[in-house]
Nanobody, 118 residues
Framework: QVQLVESGGGVVQAGGSLRLSCAAS????????MAWFRQAPGKEREFVAR????????YYGESVEGRFTISVDDAKNTVYLQMKSLRPEDTAVYYCAAQGGDGNYLYWGQGTQVSVSS
């Protein structure tokens, strides 16, 4: 059974930092790209970042480029999202997802809430 379990969300002041974690199990990691998405109340789900399990370059949404960093720890089967210079508009539920070779996001976590106060 595939499980993606996010953690690390919370409440932070604007300008602060948080690191989200997504622990993955039940999948062969090298077959997937891992990504983070977010969804704020009343808004569409938004792509945040993506990376291969082998590491390497991350790809980012325009609104987080330069402030967020995605990384993987292959030994721990965990993908991270380091978030810096947080803004109130970063407030959302953040989801971890696994992308298969066909480009579809096949597995999703339950989400973790990030709230940034001004």
């Amino acid at each position: 059974q595939v499980q993606l379990v996010e953690s690390g969300g919370g409440v932070v002041q604007a300008g602060g930092s948080l690191r989200l974690s997504c622990a993955a199990s039940g999948i062969t990691f090298r077959n997937y790209r891992m990504a983070w998405f977010r969804q704020a109340p009343g808004k569409e789900r938004e792509f945040v970042a993506r990376v291969n399990w082998s590491g390497g370059r991350g790809y980012y949404g325009e609104s987080v480029e330069g402030r967020f960093t995605i990384s993987v720890d292959d030994a721990k089967n965990t993908v991270y999202l380091q978030m810096k210079s947080l803004r109130p508009e970063d407030t959302a539920v953040y989801y971890c997802a696994a992308q298969g070779g066909d480009g579809n996001y096949l597995y999703w976590g339950q989400g973790t809430q990030v709230s940034v106060s001004s």
